[in-house]
């Protein structure tokens, strides 16, 4: 019974709630159930966005999070945006300045973030790229590529063959062009397979 009130309140409570209080948001807007944004004015979220179950997203002022279009998180994710500052002389717990850290987190259309997956300030995620589950995102990962761990890295390139990446960017109406991103894949060592011709696909 609480497993349904909760998906009723989130449906048709909480999800308008945050479009009132979300800085923007796109339609088909799907926030998983016992899921929480702190600071909803600070987010950003492109249309029919996705998230599973039990995710907290919580930053700042100065930690500004910007969701593009068409992106999927799955269940218990986190996106914690700002830090503390060391240096303050007593106990952080008490101390409610957050002016001495400026890092965005940005997530570009497309992406897919796995299960149990974090996004930390200075974290960023390339168009279609996908984040393996229980990773920790700190840094910049490139468009169209496969990245997991804690920290994560990139593992491999999105497709197999390029033809695949050429045929996904003309029908997503994708930002990059091929050559760039064949450019930035290569300086990263990531290599493609012969053509789909080739290998009789």
């Avoid at 009132?20 to 492109?46: A, T």
């Avoid at 945006?81 to 570009?108: K, P, W």
């Amino acid at each position: 019974m609480r497993f349904l009130l909760d998906i009723i309140f989130n449906r048709f409570v909480y999800r308008l709630y945050l479009k009132r209080k979300l800085k923007c948001v796109g339609v088909n807007f799907k926030f998983g159930y016992m899921s929480e944004i702190n600071n909803p004015e600070f987010f950003s979220i492109g249309e029919n966005f996705y998230s599973g179950p039990f995710c907290l997203f919580s930053t700042n002022k100065n930690n500004l999070v910007k969701i593009g279009d068409n992106v999927m998180f799955g269940p218990k994710c986190n996106i914690q945006g700002g830090n503390h500052d060391f240096s303050y002389l007593g106990f952080m717990r008490f101390n409610d300045n957050v002016e001495h850290m400026s890092s965005d987190i940005n997530i570009e259309a497309g992406a897919w973030i796995g299960t149990g997956s974090t996004l930390v300030s200075g974290g960023e995620i390339g168009e279609g790229s996908i984040v393996g589950a229980m990773s920790l995102v700190n840094k910049a990962i490139p468009p169209y590529v496969v990245a997991a761990g804690n920290p994560a890295r990139v593992l491999k390139p999105r497709f197999t063959y390029l033809e695949q990446l050429e045929k996904t960017l003309i029908a997503t109406n994708s930002q990059y062009t091929l050559e760039e991103l064949q450019q930035l894949h290569e300086s990263l060592g990531l290599q493609y397979l012969e053509s789909l011709e080739v290998n009789g696909n």
